[in-house]
């Protein structure tokens, strides 16, 4: 009997007599905390998410448990950091890793994710949009506790020559539905696709539908019109002054307004939770074809706020009063223990948890204290707890990546802080107030007395947790070409099967 | 017969006969764009402001004329550029300037203020704070146009010895009330002073008094609690996650709000516009003892936008609606215009205005293309139109003040962007788009189209307004120990006189 099917006949029951919510997870891809109005974008072309904040709470301090997209969306569904749900990869130290086609690796079965857990407690789930768990069929949504699915197991990149490299499937559910650059089109010259609206569409659709059956449900919107190669449909493009990046956010800002509409109009909205947030910073090294993180320093792949500050709201009509800042730590994987909470469930407890639960926030504002720890790879690079953060090692990237035109902090230099090598500072960690110092400029020096009253509490905070640390099995070390999305399920109804070329691990290279 | 006396024989009837509004400016001293909730500063400290922002109408695209402070004020009070109006010096090629105590020059009487225009309408004007328009008396707010005054009319600086340098006097209309440091306490150490509750309790007397006598007034509320050195009243000392730079802005985000609730209460909201605004952008040289400009390059006494993008909201109940957004390119010299225009007043004829009448913009929300000059000291560095801002000179400071530790762009070095030596790029201005690019990192190149197509109409904006250029005469060129405040108006009631040392006049220094 699996451990779900235990947790059911003791809960199922007590949780059918509730009235429990539904869940709407709005997450963005590479969006960064500067990229909204109501967080202080200059051009304020985000009406409906300034608006969800308004009638909602927003967290200026939410993070990310990863500064890169697979392991940060995979502790959002397991609730733990990729160090534990093996989202992260040895082949290196201190190195980022994700999920490409041609990654072997994807979410264990050990993992227990999230739809998997409410499916205790009757809801049905769906994903809409970029999945990033592991593209191989078996680490799929709908084999990990997801009812339906839209959108694709890799990033939108292309378009491929489907002889070297195959173009990216989408699917609808457990069978393809097509592939990207072939029957679901981006213009890489125009930036024109369709996307968008086929995401929000899906959306709506599916929350009709589950008002229709009174069945709660929990709706993942993992969108990626922000990520590279961007995209916006024809009635988006040239509308913002941000350019094609802007007319991106726009669209994903209509469909958040669209979701929440819908919510509204359906009679729904008061018992839907509804969150918006994004997987990591954004990507300053695409310069501007990036997002903004605000006044935070460098951006995704780093362990500074630009990395994983992300830029949070949650409305809930009657429940969240409306207007609300909460300056609780929060994190991704706390949507994870929250929504468990909120289901009527309680957390397995054969395993460590990360995420803490967010309901007296939500609720009453309250605020707990915790540490959000900053991980690259196998390296925990820093801890926060409180306004103080140290970093125990520093790193942009590598010389090497940097003269190719790799930069993760543009025309942002800190002496000793944005450092070009993996600097271990375990043995004086640099000490930054996040309060005074948001941008990480302005290093405490270990002689003051502000360093010798803060840094005990925050080394207790790392000791504690690397005592209790058991790194999972890491599940992105290994590549292999035959791996990739050749003939994914599906494909022979669309003639679109390709033969694999013969299996050859290796170690797949992470310069980051 | 003067002009101003010329002007209301033909306009005092027809103001009398209107409903003329109530004018509040709130003029913030060196706090940035990003130091307020509503525009993105993370720790959410304004709530006063944010609601202020929601009952009116933000300005992300505001700014003041000048990087510093007393040419900043004289814009705001003239409506025209320092250039124009004097408040430059011709000492060094694109020096800034201002007005320490030992200043010979000041505001000269050929400028009208808009409380002397303000006056043909029947309104009171009262200056509360930093007047920085000249501390010799023939220089005075009240020999300007201002009926009364409660402050400074230079920074606070010090203390002082009264010996080589005499403390800053504090007036009470034209006579001295005492001086910093020894009647109007500023503790250094601690950062405890009463100074932002006097000018808040000010303030609130002068609308109650003129709420009851019916009379039209104008309120300058000029506080300074943000500018160094910093300070805050007992109750908000500790109360900022940002430190005392957070606890300031605290204080006064708070006297904004009693200032709109009296307005309120008295009944006088519908007929009164509000403005908050700041003189330039945060001291970012302060470190984390100066405030943020947010996503913007570098701060004060820079022509990046961190030195004069200012955080700018607006608030008229039932004139201007709520939650807004104006993408209008704004200048505080506006204000000048735009209030002389709702006083039913016009324009002095005899002169070169440079700011817009904003009234359409406020009540229909329309947008006007329009300039913004970027001058330092004599030299126009830098014009923007639309989203496009071309720079004609870059200069941070020298390095020999960079190596003293003088660092106005902390942290941030962009390539051609921030020199350390006045660069000349007018033969081949650098070309950046605001919208895509707030930060000013990426310069887009002279053979892309871009370029090609856009620089034209800034270059015809420059020539135009060159062409039309007459410099007014500089007033800060030459200093004097001599003229600073030993014996102000008022000094021997109190027993505060001291004796002048011997005239002594030379070019005033001015290193950045």
């Given at each position: 009997m699996s451990y779900i099917t235990i947790v059911c006949v003791i809960l199922c029951f007590v949780v059918a007599a509730g009235n429990t919510p539904n869940f709407v997870i709005m997450l963005m891809d590479d969006m960064g905390w500067g990229d909204l109005g109501v967080f202080g974008e200059p051009n304020k072309e985000t009406p409906n998410l300034d608006k969800m904040a308004a009638d909602g709470m927003i967290f200026p301090n939410f993070y990310s448990a990863n500064a890169i997209c697979s392991p940060s969306r995979a502790a959002l569904l397991t609730g733990r950091l990729p160090i534990r749900n093996g989202f992260y990869t040895t082949n290196n130290h201190a190195r980022n890793s994700y999920t490409p086609q041609n990654i072997v690796g994807g979410i264990p079965d050990y993992e227990i994710l999230l739809p998997e857990m409410l499916k205790i407690s009757g809801y049905r789930s769906k994903i809409i949009g970029k999945w990033h768990l592991g593209q191989q069929p078996h680490y799929h949504p709908l084999k990990h506790g997801f009812d339906e699915w839209f959108g694709a197991p890799n990033c939108h990149l292309g378009p491929y020559d489907d002889k070297k490299t195959p173009n990216i499937p989408v699917y609808k559910n457990a069978n393809m539905?097509?592939?990207?650059?072939?029957?679901?089109?981006?213009?890489?010259?125009?930036?024109?696709?369709?996307?968008?609206?086929?995401?929000?569409?899906?959306?709506?659709?599916?929350?009709?539908?589950?008002?229709?059956?009174?069945?709660?449900?929990?709706?993942?919107?993992?969108?990626?019109?922000?990520?590279?190669?961007?995209?916006?449909?024809?009635?988006?493009?040239g509308t913002s002054h941000r350019g094609l990046y802007g007319d991106a956010v726009r669209e994903l800002d209509y469909g958040v307004g669209q979701i929440l509409k819908k919510l509204k109009d359906l009679d729904i909205a008061n018992n839907t939770l509804a969150v918006f947030s994004s997987d990591n910073g954004a990507a300053t090294y695409a310069k501007t074809a990036g997002g903004s993180n605000g006044p935070f320093l460098c951006g995704k792949q780093t362990t500074y706020e630009g990395g994983s500050r992300e830029p949070t709201i949650v409305k809930w009509p009657g429940k969240v009063a409306p207007g609300q800042v909460s300056h609780q730590l929060g994190s991704l994987m706390d949507l994870f223990t929250t929504l468990i909470k909120l289901a009527g469930l309680s957390l397995p407890s054969d395993r460590i948890y990360d995420g803490i639960d967010l309901t007296s926030t939500l609720f009453q504002n309250t605020i707990v204290k915790r540490p959000i720890f900053y991980y690259r790879g196998n390296e925990l690079m820093a801890v926060r707890l409180g306004d103080y953060k140290a970093h125990l090692w520093t790193w942009t990237n590598s010389l090497e990546e940097y003269h190719k035109g790799v930069d993760f902090c543009p025309g942002e230099f800190i002496v000793n802080v944005t450092t070009h090598e993996q600097v271990n500072h375990t043995s004086m960690p640099l000490l930054i107030h996040l309060g005074r110092d948001p941008g990480e400029k302005y290093i405490i020096r270990p002689h003051k007395p502000e360093y010798v009253q803060q840094m005990p509490a925050l080394m207790a905070v790392v000791a504690k947790h690397k005592a209790a640390l058991k790194p999972g099995e890491p599940q992105l070390n290994w590549c292999d070409q035959s791996v990739m999305n050749w003939s994914p399920p599906g494909c022979e109804k669309l003639n679109k099967c390709i033969d694999p070329p013969p299996s050859k691990l290796y170690k797949c290279v992470w310069p980051h």
């Open positions: 539905a097509g592939r990207y650059y072939e029957d679901f089109l981006i213009d890489k010259k125009t930036g024109e696709s369709n996307l968008t609206q086929m995401y929000i569409e899906e959306a709506l659709t599916f929350i009709e539908k589950q008002a229709a059956s009174h069945q709660p449900f929990f709706l993942y919107w993992a969108v990626d019109a922000t990520h590279d190669p961007l995209y916006a449909s024809k009635q988006f493009l």
